[in-house]
């Protein structure tokens, strides 16, 4: 009997240690719980910048957000960092092509590299234009794109009548006195002197009625020489050059001001180079330059030229001028062709043009700031050159920046600043 009871009071004592023990165990596994519940963190694994203390589902691409113990530390961090800062794994780094910068200061000589378009200088460009009203009768083998000499005949068109026929007279009247007092006996060369200069005053007032009506002084002197009446004015070429433009065919009638031709010495050309607002401080008058294109085969010297360079609205450029000589007539009207300006810049910053976000109203950098973390930073820049930058105002030198996948980096920085509104 004994031993019943002894046997029963072990079993009851064992029976409540075991229920003893199970009742803190289970309260200790709740708190265990609900700490881990508190420090649990759920993130997005496609976004890992959004995070909430409860599951549920990625507001950006749907998925499920996954659980991120530990993080409560890394969280209060986060929200310490400046608004705006994203974070991106290493992994995720790589996988969108995100590339890291140190921003530098650079001096020193560097190329500006631009277009151009060539041009035929005006100072010698001559338009051959018509004097007076008529129709053309002749027209010599002469067309765009040839080369003429001085005072070679081009066209000729019936001159007016009889304007023309009594200038003439009036003409060949003058020339006539002129020999006869050139003429005179020796005794009365003081009234032979006057004589001639007035009759040779009077032969240029003459000349220069013709010359209205578009005779040229080569046709004047043809026609001095051999003292008949002719018909027709003859159209000729006022200097040796191209032909840029011919207006004219048989039998056209024109009224005065019409353009026959139109003709430029092509030794010497212009260049429109196109330059934006901010390289123009870099482009200075009287500077040397290097112009290229694949018909020359080489590069050759140019010069800016002091003229004001002049904005084109279609492009929303300036149109800096420069001159230079054209060897063989490589350079060609309308051509386009490189340009190249040595420029000295001082030291300053310079980021790659890939670097900066331009969002139209500021211009963003993002800078590391250790982690993954990137903090978007405003800044200021001045010139730009080729793929090149010069920050003035909001980066420091030897500070690590985005210069690829930005674009990527300001969606997520963006889509996380939205998320927290």
Request: hydrophobic fraction near 40%.
């Amino acid at each position: 009997m004994k031993r019943i009871i002894a046997a029963t009071a072990i079993a009851f004592s064992l029976a409540a240690g075991l229920f003893a023990g199970r009742t803190w165990w289970t309260h200790r596994a709740g708190v265990t719980r609900e700490s881990a519940h508190a420090g649990t963190v759920y993130t997005c694994p496609m976004h890992p910048d959004y995070r909430r203390d409860q599951p549920a589902d990625c507001p950006i691409c749907g998925m499920h957000l996954e659980p991120q113990r530990g993080s409560g530390a890394a969280g209060a961090a986060s929200r310490a960092l400046p608004d705006g800062t994203v974070h991106v794994s290493a992994e995720r780094q790589q996988t969108i092509g995100v590339r890291l910068g140190v921003v530098s200061r650079v001096a020193g000589t560097r190329v500006l590299r631009t277009t151009g378009r060539v041009a035929p200088d005006e100072s010698r460009t001559y338009p051959v234009v018509a004097a007076v009203s008529g129709w053309i009768r002749r027209v010599e083998s002469v067309n765009t794109g040839d080369l003429v000499k001085a005072d070679q005949m081009l066209a000729s068109f019936l001159a007016p009548q009889p304007e023309f026929d009594s200038a003439q007279q009036m003409y060949y009247t003058g020339l006539e006195m002129l020999y006869r007092a050139s003429a005179q006996p020796q005794p009365q060369q003081r009234s032979q002197s006057h004589d001639s200069a007035r009759a040779g005053a009077g032969i240029e007032r003459i000349a220069d009625g013709l010359r209205n009506m578009g005779v040229s002084n080569s046709q004047l002197r043809e026609m001095a020489r051999r003292r008949e009446l002719v018909q027709d004015i003859q159209v000729v070429a006022p200097a040796d050059g191209v032909v840029l433009k011919r207006g004219v065919s048989p039998g056209l009638r024109f009224d005065r001001g019409f353009e026959f031709y139109r003709i430029a010495d092509l030794n010497r050309v212009w260049i429109l180079a196109d330059v934006y607002r901010d390289q123009l401080p870099f482009v200075r008058r009287g500077a040397s330059a290097r112009i290229t294109t694949p018909e020359v085969g080489r590069s050759l010297p140019a010069a800016v030229s002091p003229s004001e360079p002049v904005f084109d609205e279609a492009a929303l450029t300036l149109k800096v001028r420069l001159e230079a000589a054209n060897p063989n007539l490589v350079l060609k009207p309308g051509m386009f062709i490189d340009v190249e300006f040595p420029v000295n810049f001082p030291p300053t910053l310079v980021v790659p043009a890939d670097a900066i976000v331009d969002s139209g109203l500021r211009k963003t950098v993002f800078v590391e700031c250790g982690e993954g973390n990137f903090v978007p930073r405003v800044v200021e820049t001045g010139w730009r050159n080729g793929g090149d930058v010069q920050v003035t105002k909001g980066l420091s030198a030897g500070e690590r920046i985005v210069i690829s996948g930005t674009f990527l980096v300001d969606s997520e920085s963006r889509m996380k600043a939205a998320t927290n509104q």
